[in-house]
């Protein structure tokens, strides 16, 4: 057993001891038909790759948003183990879509189930990006393949689009974001999106197309209440 592993693994589910990791004994794993060598060293990396993703102000941030946890029980279900190690690896399945004003908590909520699932355990490997950073990186000039900047948001296993609808207008933005939510939409691809977009404002926002697609592919939840920013928390 990789001694440096399990010190990771420990101090990442110490972290937050409320939520209940899959794998919770290595030596049962592996009674029950699982490699716990390999399922020890992927677990480590799974919380370790989800924890540089996450920003700085988001390290602790936990979903508690029973719908967004209803969401993420439907992610696990459609999950499947790998062959040798059994960790389990998100694959086609529902998306989410967060929707509320400023500071009501859904970048919170949307890092937080990235979290939460890295401590059950279950290979996410995520991408995670404010809308206008992805608009930013892709915007063409010398240097720079737009085209291999889409594909690292659009191929990954679960991504997190954050703030959408925040971006100035223009052709090129509706043509990225259409590009975007077409190829998970097509795929089955879990992604998470946010947006402080009111619902029935949402299609002429971003398009009536893409938000068609959106209240398809996604489980919406609203959220509501004060400020968060304003009362010193992360939103």
């Not at 939510?181 to 999106?193: E, H, L």
């Not at 299609?203 to 068609?212: D, P, T, Y």
């Not at 398809?216 to 968060?228: F, Q």
Request: glycine share 8%; charged share 25%; proline share 7%.
């Amino acid at each position: 057993m990789d001694t440096e592993a399990l010190k990771a693994i420990a101090s990442y589910r110490e972290a937050f001891p409320h939520i209940t990791p899959l794998i919770t004994d290595w030596s049962a794993h592996e009674d029950q038909g699982g490699d716990s060598f390999h399922a020890v060293k992927e677990t480590a990396g799974i919380l370790a790759a989800t924890d540089s993703t996450i920003p700085l102000r988001y390290k602790h941030a936990d979903a508690t948003d029973p719908k967004v946890l209803a969401w993420i029980d439907e992610v696990v279900w459609c999950s499947t183990p790998a062959r040798i190690s059994g960790v389990r690896k998100v694959g086609p399945g529902p998306s989410l879509l967060l929707l509320g004003p400023t500071g009501t908590g859904k970048t919170f909520q949307g890092y937080g189930a990235l979290r939460r699932l890295s401590v059950l355990g279950v290979n996410a490997s995520p991408a995670a990006s404010p809308i206008a950073d992805i608009y930013a990186k892709m915007r063409p000039r010398p240097g720079v393949d737009s085209e291999s900047v889409f594909e690292s948001y659009a191929h990954a296993p679960l991504l997190f689009v954050d703030d959408l609808g925040a971006a100035k207008e223009s052709p090129w933005v509706e043509e990225v974001t259409t590009r975007l939510v077409n190829y998970r939409y097509d795929r089955g691809m879990a992604t998470i999106f946010t947006s402080n977009v009111p619902p029935k404002q949402l299609g002429e926002k971003i398009g009536e197309r893409v938000a068609s697609r959106l209240t398809e592919l996604c489980r919406v939840v609203v959220l509501k209440g004060e400020d968060r920013r304003l009362q010193g928390r992360a939103a």
